[in-house]
């Protein structure tokens, strides 16, 4: 039975609501009931690992099974791909939405952010669930429209501002994904991914098929935020609360961006150089402009928000290359190693640059500034702050033991075995910039001489927010056994799987 499947969505939207209602009627629900559903979607997400015998799995809403083979409902796909981002979801959400019991005081309105905390989870998760391109339309969009919100919720200048921005930038990416949705049907006549896989296979159109695929670059690269589709990033992520800022750049990119693509350009098209080439060119760009656009900032979030453009460009040129080798039929191991190391530094990001935000959103609170040259010294004052987030700025260094150093060596032995020198040396180069980038991150704002702040009064924030940041750091050390291979078939290897085996996506959905 796998009515377990819409609990995904159906557990935050109930929370949502609920929210609202009870908040009304009782004094300080939304907070721990937002983090209890949470929580159970943890348990589920990481239960999905373990319990499900085989991918992929698939519940068909209402019961509209496949009639000859051909699709005629809605239907909700698990796979190991979706199984490892519904964790990546669902464990940052948690963890941000406890960390916000303790932030999100400091503004008005709490049981409308929870609300729109819950409908941004809903969405992401129906977005790694569904098996077509018109319901992952509908939750992109409750995903993305609560994440506009979420974005101006201080309604100071600078938020709505960055709103706007996003919101202008994410409706061009709509229409460019509703463009490419009609594209697709006008050819195929259904808009379900496996079904449209089958007929694809059939169809000589290759300037009609490549446009379409140029169109669905550009507006889920736009949500992704690779470059040079990375405009609304900064402002969006330096302007939203902290635990918004996490989600954001922990798993909205990645949820309605990157597993956007990878889904389409995987189980949907056929792969083919040309297109290998463009995400290559564009993860390279991304992680080489975003860390020297990083390096220069001294808004501490704003330096971040930099930064996940540069880490997206790892996790696409893993994607890239793989995507290459297989298009030339070359190596499989490779192509293999190359994704493994993509998706490992997908996950390996949500967890550090989560932190990160978290540790800026704590510094701002402790202090009122995020300017660098504001602050120093604070690592006597916030000793569990400045110890996270060393942590966090080992990882994104890609300095051992940190999970961050063994998805990007993945990726750069790949580069070297696909002699793809010149990307490995820029990753190499990119690394070692991001590591001076946070050494002036735990100069100026830990380890430096006060400037600014009222240094003797400032105190470690509260323990929800301490639980939240003390779990992300242990997970950047934790996820380094990803790399052991055992560890690695359980949590890894099915996402490969599914990328790879585009039949095994089918047959389940179609009933061949």
């Not at 101006?152 to 994410?170: H, N, T």
């Not at 928000?305 to 070359?330: E, F």
């Not at 540790?359 to 504001?374: F, H, I, S």
């Not at 704002?445 to 400037?451: D, E, K, L, N």
């Amino acid at each position: 039975m796998n009515h377990w499947i819409p609990l995904y969505v159906i557990v935050p939207l109930a929370a949502a609501f609920l929210v609202l209602i009870l908040a009304s009627r009782i004094k300080w629900p939304e907070k721990y009931l937002t983090s209890l559903a949470m929580l159970g979607l943890v348990v589920l997400s990481i239960a999905g690992f373990f319990f499900v015998s085989s991918f992929p799995v698939t519940y068909y809403i209402g019961g509209w099974e496949p009639i000859s083979g051909i699709p005629v409902g809605i239907h909700f796909v698990v796979d190991g791909l979706t199984i490892l981002m519904l964790c990546i979801i669902n464990i940052i959400g948690f963890l941000a939405a406890f960390f916000s019991i303790g932030y999100i005081r400091q503004f008005t309105g709490e049981k409308y952010f929870y609300a729109l905390f819950c409908l941004m989870v809903a969405g992401m998760n129906g977005v790694v669930l569904a098996g077509d391109l018109f319901n992952m339309f509908i939750f992109l969009e409750i995903a993305v429209i609560a994440s506009y919100a979420l974005v101006a919720f201080g309604v100071g200048k600078e938020e709505l501002e960055a709103s706007f921005k996003y919101q202008v930038l994410g409706g061009i990416a709509s229409l460019l994904i509703i463009l490419g949705l009609a594209m697709v049907y006008w050819q195929t006549k259904t808009l379900n991914i496996a079904d449209i896989a089958s007929v694809l296979k059939g169809i000589n159109n290759s300037q009609y098929l490549w446009f379409t695929q140029l169109v669905f670059i550009a507006g889920f690269g736009l949500k992704a935020a690779i470059i040079p589709f990375h405009a609304w990033l900064p402002d969006a992520h330096s302007s939203a609360p902290s635990p918004i800022s996490a989600m954001l750049s922990g798993v909205l990119i990645k949820a309605i961006g990157i597993y956007a693509l990878l889904r389409l350009f995987f189980n949907m098209f056929e792969i083919n150089s040309q297109i290998a080439w463009l995400f290559l060119v564009l993860g390279t760009l991304s992680m080489v402009i975003g860390v020297f656009l990083a390096i220069g900032q001294w808004d501490f979030k704003r330096l971040l928000a930099y930064h996940s453009i540069s880490q997206m460009g790892y996790v696409v040129v893993g994607i890239g290359m793989g995507m290459l080798i297989l298009a030339r039929q070359g190596d499989e191991a490779t192509a293999t190693l190359a994704i493994v190391g993509g998706l490992f530094h997908m996950v390996n990001h949500a967890v550090f640059k989560g932190l990160l935000f978290l540790n800026a959103g704590a510094v701002e609170m402790q202090t009122g500034t995020r300017n660098l040259k504001y602050l120093g010294g604070l690592s006597s004052n916030l000793p569990v702050t400045s110890a996270t987030c060393l942590s966090a700025s080992m990882a994104i260094s890609g300095i051992p033991p940190f999970n961050g150093f063994f998805s990007k060596l993945i990726i750069i032995v790949a580069a070297i075995l696909a002699k793809q020198y010149l990307i490995a040396v820029l990753a190499v180069v990119v690394s070692i910039i991001t590591l001076a980038s946070f050494t002036k991150v735990q100069k100026y704002a830990f380890y430096g001489t006060p400037i600014k702040t009222a240094i003797g009064k400032i105190k470690e924030v509260p323990f929800v927010m301490l639980f939240s940041m003390i779990v992300m750091a242990l997970l950047t050390l934790l996820l380094s056994l990803l790399v052991i291979p055992g560890v690695r078939a359980i949590v890894l290897d099915p996402a490969v799987e599914s990328l790879f085996r585009t039949i095994q996506y089918s047959i389940p959905i179609s009933g061949f």
